[in-house]
């Protein structure tokens, strides 16, 4: 059985399971990758994952950012964090872009009634 670890961020609990490092394996510096640890999770219907990549020293880097961490449960929140504010930024902007539109397309429709208007008189 494949072996679990698991991390708690902001008072939610996430369980990374166990899986083969990519062939060929990875050097960083003087670091092999020996395995990584996925986390899948479905919020509001859209999956999420969530990787880290253990090295041969023991290290764990995020998928997210570059750099390490001596403890799984800091590189696992780095990620988890990197990633959410990720996909929150994205959300926003969307919502962002279709308020733009929407206002935009009230301005244009706005505009047209004036000019209309005014060439009646």
């Given at each position: 059985?494949?072996?679990?670890?698991?991390?708690?961020?902001?008072?939610?609990?996430?369980?990374?399971?166990?899986?083969?490092?990519?062939?060929?394996?990875?050097?960083?510096?003087?670091?092999?990758?020996?395995?990584?640890?996925?986390?899948?999770?479905?919020?509001?219907?859209?999956?999420?994952?969530?990787?880290?990549?253990?090295?041969?020293d023991g290290v764990f880097?995020?998928?997210?950012?570059?750099?390490?961490?001596?403890?799984?449960?800091?590189?696992?929140?780095?990620?988890?964090?990197?990633?959410?504010?990720?996909?929150?930024?994205?959300?926003?902007?969307?919502?962002?872009?279709?308020?733009?539109?929407?206002?935009?397309?009230?301005?244009?429709?706005?505009?047209?009634?004036?000019?209309?208007?005014?060439?009646?008189?």
């Amino acid at each position: 059985m494949a072996e679990t670890r698991i991390a708690f961020v902001e008072g939610f609990q996430f369980s990374f399971h166990q899986e083969e490092s990519a062939k060929p394996t990875r050097r960083v510096n003087s670091r092999w990758e020996v395995r990584d640890w996925a986390c899948q999770v479905e919020h509001e219907g859209e999956w999420c994952r969530f990787t880290l990549h253990e090295f041969n020293d023991g290290v764990f880097e995020p998928s997210a950012i570059q750099g390490v961490f001596s403890d799984f449960a800091g590189a696992a929140a780095a990620e988890v964090t990197i990633r959410w504010l990720q996909r929150r930024i994205a959300e926003k902007d969307a919502r962002n872009s279709q308020q733009r539109y929407i206002f935009l397309g009230g301005l244009a429709v706005i505009a047209a009634l004036v000019l209309a208007a005014v060439s009646l008189r």
